[in-house]
């Protein structure tokens, strides 16, 4: 039972367009959000998080969307860079442990 | 911040072998956890560790798979007997104690089980 899915296995945008990560999750008691970035040999990253109270976190190029109502997170970032290729995890804080999605490999186009 | 640091980087075992992978966390984080990479798939949790207690433990967790964190410092994950399936990158994290603290990952061992 996958709690947190991404559906998207990759992604294609042109640098300088807009990325739009997604993410869905099925545990309507999750409440707090994470992004991680991770490259290839390295370990996950962390980018961005957001809190259920909240609907929106912005840092920089990356925007951090949550739609409680539809159980949906999506991260947006622009404009997009070559260097912000590499796969995308979206993960649900559930009792101090993460539980991550399958993640999206976002490629960005020169 | 020197990071958290994981040896070996790659580790290559006959079936049956025991394995065993060392993780130092970040000096001041409270917390330690051990999640498993497969190819396609996100982290997947295995346990993790307040201090050198044991908080909890994958119900998926063979009994093959054993962690410790004897002093609340660096932490161990064993696996007895060794079988193809075990063959992952496997991914140390620490955090603070705080509530939503974010975990910051090591660059992890990578087995193979031939």
């Known amino acids: 039972d996958q709690q947190v899915k991404q559906n998207s296995p990759s992604l294609s945008v042109q640098e300088g367009r807009i990325s739009i990560l997604n993410c869905d999750y099925t545990?309507?008691?999750?409440?707090?959000f994470l992004w991680y970035k991770k490259y290839p040999a390295e370990g996950p990253t962390f980018l961005i998080s957001?809190?259920?109270?909240?609907d929106k976190n912005e840092d920089g190029r990356f925007t951090v969307f949550l739609n409680k109502s539809a159980k949906h997170l999506s991260l947006h970032i622009v404009p997009s860079q070559p260097g912000d290729s590499a796969v995308y995890f979206c993960a649900a804080n559930q009792g101090g442990k993460l539980i991550f999605g399958q993640g999206t490999e976002l490629s960005v186009k020169p | 911040d020197t990071g958290v640091s994981q040896n070996p980087r790659h580790k290559i075992t006959k079936r049956g072998q025991n394995v065993t992978f060392r993780c130092d966390p970040i000096?001041?984080?409270?917390?330690l956890y051990w999640y498993r990479q497969t190819l396609g798939q996100g982290p997947e949790f295995l346990t993790y560790f307040q201090n050198e207690a044991q908080l909890e433990k994958s119900r998926l967790l063979s009994d093959r798979f054993s962690a410790e964190r004897p002093k609340g410092s660096f932490s161990t994950l064993e696996i007895q007997r060794t079988e193809q399936g075990d063959s992952a990158m496997y991914l140390c994290?620490?955090?603070?104690?705080?509530?939503?603290?974010?975990?910051?990952f090591g660059n992890g061992t990578r087995l193979t089980v031939t």
């Open positions: 957001i809190s259920s109270i909240k």
């Open positions: 000096s001041e984080h409270n917390r």
């Open positions: 545990n309507s008691m999750f409440d707090y």
């Open positions: 994290a620490s955090s603070l104690l705080e509530n939503n603290s974010p975990l910051h």
